[in-house]
């Protein structure tokens, strides 16, 4: 399985920004649509922080107290894709953004594999 | 401050052990299973452990993971300048409704 994010970029203060992860690979996109799926990211010199998750057929959603209200997890499986639709960021929102597959939503307890992780800087 | 805790940094020499803990309480490690990830600066973190103690393919044996009541333990065996790195620990915390990692730990090769 191989997850390939895209659309990380530098945004302002109260900004919007919608990241995407792809899988690539025959495999992976035969079972994409099989796949818990999750946000997870990491700020500079800091351990990764756990955003959200949408489960396979992408009508359960949950996510941290970090973003809730402000990020919305989404996903097409017909082109194998997730997504994170980030609003009102904050120069907190600074970080690395990963998109990682888990064993399942509410209780999982782990995650593999990890795509190579998008920049998203928040500044003015 | 993590809810769940590492030390910052442990190092050896080669072809030492390093042991890594992970504290947390009844909400999380007491209550579920944890997993360990490996991260070299740079790249995107690696699932090294899961279910406590299960290696996923390709991992070496030299890294094994045990759990006990509200902590958990990554041991690196035969440690190699390849292994240095960040490791973090995780698991769902039934309290906060949230999956956690650790602080980290930087393991140092001497």
């Known amino acids: 399985v191989e997850l390939v994010e895209s659309g990380g970029d530098l945004v302002q203060p109260g900004g919007s920004l919608r990241l995407s992860c792809e899988a690539s690979?025959?495999?992976?996109?035969?079972?994409?649509?099989?796949?818990?799926m999750n946000w997870v990211r990491q700020a500079p010199g800091k351990g990764p922080e756990w955003l959200a998750y949408?489960?396979?057929?992408?009508?359960?959603?949950?996510?941290g107290d970090s973003v809730k209200g402000r990020f919305t997890i989404s996903r097409d499986n017909a082109r194998y894709s997730l997504y994170l639709q980030m609003n009102s960021l904050r120069d907190e929102d600074t970080a690395v953004y990963y998109c990682?597959?888990?064993?399942f939503g509410s209780g999982t307890n782990w995650f593999d594999p990890w795509g190579q992780g998008t920049l998203v800087t928040v500044s003015s | 401050q993590s809810v769940l805790t590492q030390p910052p940094s442990v190092s050896a020499a080669p072809g030492q052990r390093v042991t890594i803990t992970c504290s947390g309480g009844?909400?999380?490690?007491?209550?579920?299973?944890v997993s360990w990830y490996q991260q070299v600066p740079g790249t995107a973190p690696k699932l090294l452990i899961y279910?406590?103690?299960d290696r996923p393919s390709g991992i070496p044996d030299r890294f094994s993971g045990s759990k006990s009541g509200t902590s958990a333990t990554l041991d690196i065996t035969g440690l190699q300048t390849g292994d240095e790195a960040d490791y973090y620990c995780?698991?769902?915390?039934?309290?906060?409704?949230?999956?956690?990692f650790g602080g980290g730990t930087e393991v140092t090769v001497l």
């Open positions: 990682t597959k888990s064993s």
């Open positions: 279910d406590n103690s």
């Open positions: 949408i489960n396979p057929a992408g009508d359960i959603t949950y996510y």
């Open positions: 995780g698991t769902w915390d039934y309290s906060l409704n949230v999956f956690l």
């Open positions: 690979g025959y495999g992976s996109r035969f079972s994409f649509g099989n796949y818990h």
């Open positions: 009844s909400s999380n490690i007491g209550s579920t299973d």
